[in-house]
């Protein structure tokens, strides 16, 4: 953990819960499981990590949060409770099981409310900005749509379904084919390009005019962070945020995203596969293996005393900057398919674990982990609760005696692949 990794958060309240969150792809080859049972807290004011390889279910999780999975994906159960007291008082009443005193669960509320939350509650930075804005359209002018929009919610809160307070097909042929009128108005023009000028981007005014080809990746990417403040959302979900940019840039992304989220005191889930991110920005972190959150704990929870052998895999993988000479430690294999037909009823990560044992071969559930030396006193200052882990070594040591043989699940493969040939014969 780096010397100026940020300070736990974990006594906050939180504002979002999201409990046993299933997303499914139903595809040709079978239904793959994306995401599988996922549960975690994000607190006020905090930066809750998922870290994992490419492929584990990041991004997934993320778009689910937002409802912004597209066909031929599904989420097919979970809740994803939000903290917005206005919001529970409005639905109180008509649908009372999607609230929980201040909470709501998204999941249980109409698609248009769930559609109007984007911007004003809950707002993404998504992976590649250079597909993400339009390559017609000047930065400033996408920016200041995003501020239009928000500006004319706030404006009539009881028709925020609409988010643009009927503007319709009539409007938009006016808007295109009468000079004089404009969608955008000169406020958020004005507003979008102080929030240019507040990410960084030098002459913001003049940038403001030029269309995302003239950016660099980094000041996209930064336009970008612009973009997805414009509603001065509640919740802030960065996915891989410094993909494809230098060190140098990256340093820079991330310290403006750590100034802005204590500025605004919003809160920040950051999806990345990279460890040295989760260090340097992350308060408490989750780390996600073939849909599943294996573990889950504190920055010092998790960096400093992980359990799963996941975990202990990710960081043997990075080099030792004080000491450089020892051989890195990778992971063997690959993460699975998440096909529904190949997954198994085990745990998923058995078949690369250098510690795979018999009870490895059933489902596992995810169990606290009690590091011991605590001062007892059930406030979870002793670490129980805290951290959590789907293994078996949660509460036990790894018994040689008990571990698999080193070609357990080769041979089950071997057994299939027979199987399926004489299947076929």
């Known amino acids: 953990m780096s010397a100026d990794a940020p300070t736990s958060a974990s006594t906050g309240d939180a504002v979002l819960r999201v409990r046993d969150l299933r997303t499914r792809f139903f595809t040709e080859e079978g239904q793959v499981n994306a995401v599988e049972g996922v549960s975690f807290d994000v607190r006020d004011g905090e930066v809750f990590g998922i870290v994992g390889e490419s492929g584990s279910g990041k991004s997934v999780t993320a778009l689910s949060l937002i409802d912004l999975i597209e066909s031929p994906g599904r989420i097919t159960s979970g809740e994803v409770w939000y903290r917005k007291p206005a919001l529970a008082d409005e639905f109180r009443d008509s649908t009372p099981a999607a609230v929980d005193g201040d909470f709501v669960d998204l999941r249980r509320l109409p698609e248009g409310v769930r559609r109007s939350l984007r911007g004003p509650s809950f707002s993404m930075i998504f992976q590649d900005p250079m597909s993400s804005f339009n390559p017609s359209i000047t930065v400033g002018t996408q920016i200041a749509e995003a501020v239009e929009v928000q500006r004319r919610a706030r404006a009539n809160p009881r028709r925020t379904r609409s988010r643009t ?8 042929v006016r808007d295109t084919l009468l000079p004089s009128r ?46 997805a403040l414009a509603g001065e959302p509640d919740v802030l979900i960065a996915d891989e945020p410094t993909t494809a940019l230098d060190v140098t840039i990256q340093a ?19 999806i990345t596969h990279d460890l040295g991110v989760i260090a340097r920005m992350c308060d408490r972190v989750g780390v996600m293996y073939a849909g599943e959150l294996v573990e889950r704990g504190t920055l010092g929870d ?9 975990t202990q895999g990710l960081l043997g993988s990075i080099p030792d900057l004080e000491n450089p000479a020892p051989r890195l430690d990778p992971i063997e294999g690959n993460v699975p398919s998440l096909l529904d037909s190949e997954m198994g009823d085990r745990c998923y990560f058995a078949d690369r674990c250098p510690k795979a044992m018999d009870d490895c071969l059933h489902r596992i559930d995810e169990r606290a982990v009690a590091h011991g030396g605590g001062d007892g006193d059930g406030d979870g200052d002793d670490g129980v ?41």
């Open 182 to 227: 404009d969608y955008v108005s000169d406020g958020s023009r004005a507003e979008a390009v102080e929030l240019l000028e507040r990410v960084g981007i030098p002459d913001p005014a003049e940038r403001a005019e030029e269309y995302p080809h003239q950016f660099s990746g980094g000041m996209l990417q930064r336009a970008m962070v612009a973009q």
């Open 385 to 425: 609760g805290e951290h959590a882990v789907r293994c078996v070594l949660a509460d036990r040591e790894y018994d040689p005696a008990a571990a698999l043989d080193d070609g357990h699940f080769e041979d089950d493969d071997t057994a299939e692949t027979e199987a399926e040939v004489a299947a076929d014969d």
């Open 302 to 310: 998790v960096f400093e005393r992980p359990v799963h052998p996941y």
């Open 165 to 172: 307070q009927g503007y319709g097909l009539g409007q938009y």
């Open 252 to 270: 820079q992304i991330l310290n403006l995203l750590r100034e802005l989220q204590r500025d605004q005191g919003m809160s920040v889930v950051m």
